[in-house]
């Protein structure tokens, strides 16, 4: 592949790269609330996707249980302190070690209360300063590998329809609509300069009287 070859491939990957990017960003968006109001609707938390009819993958709404976090760090600190001396690091501040911390508080979301039970002592702990709070909802997308090859072969063969947004459909790109259409003409255009300025070295431009002062402008010189 030509050096121009690549510059014209990257043109066309980065916008189509940044135009998809935005396009993908609303559609999660706009699935995201779908599947969030169809859950207060009907209890639907997960969907079937399709192309043509058969089934490619899911998309689902995932709600996170809620997690242990440190909501009074003095309290909590002075807790680990009382109990567990060795898990507090001394430097100007005194403060739990980022290890043991993480540790109590995997522990407290997975019992789902600040309780927690001592592995070596039994002892069960209320852990002061620490809450259970609630998590975002968030949707998890599953399309197996064959689903994908199904969503890259629709998409070439223009099957696809309304599921892509016009500015990234095969149709527009090839009709050029857009910036990819921009990217197109330019490159011609520098590739027609490109095929003169090679004719002009073949007819001997080089042995030109300017050939000299034409190099320093194209460097930066004075005019």
């Known amino acids: 592949m030509s050096l121009k070859d690549t510059a014209r491939t990257v043109a066309a990957l980065d ?106 002592t039994g002892v069960i702990h209320e852990v002061p300063g620490v809450s259970m709070q609630g998590r975002a909802a968030y949707t998890r997308l599953t399309v197996p590998d064959a689903g994908k090859q199904a969503i890259a072969q629709a998409w070439r063969d223009g099957r696809l329809g309304a599921a892509v947004p016009a500015a990234v459909a095969p149709a527009a790109i090839e009709s050029g609509d857009g910036e990819a259409e921009k990217l197109r003409q330019r490159v011609a255009e520098l590739e027609k300069r490109d095929a003169w300025l090679s004719a ?24």
């Open 200 to 223: 002009l070295e073949a007819a001997g431009v080089d042995n030109w009287e300017g050939w000299d002062h034409a190099v320093e402008l194209s460097e930066g010189g004075a005019a």
């Open 15 to 120: 916008t189509l790269h940044k135009t998809i990017g935005d396009a993908l960003k609303t559609g999660k968006q706009e699935l995201e609330a779908g599947l969030k109001a169809a859950k207060a609707e009907t209890g639907t938390q997960k969907i079937s996707i399709d192309v043509d009819g058969e089934d490619i993958g899911s998309v689902s709404l995932v709600q996170p249980k809620a997690a242990a976090a440190v909501t009074d760090a003095d309290a909590f600190t002075a807790w680990v302190m009382a109990n567990y001396g060795s898990e507090i690091t001394r430097r100007f501040v005194t403060e739990v070690k980022p290890g043991f911390q993480k540790k109590i508080l995997d522990a407290l979301t997975a019992a789902g209360v600040a309780e927690w039970a001592d592995p070596e």
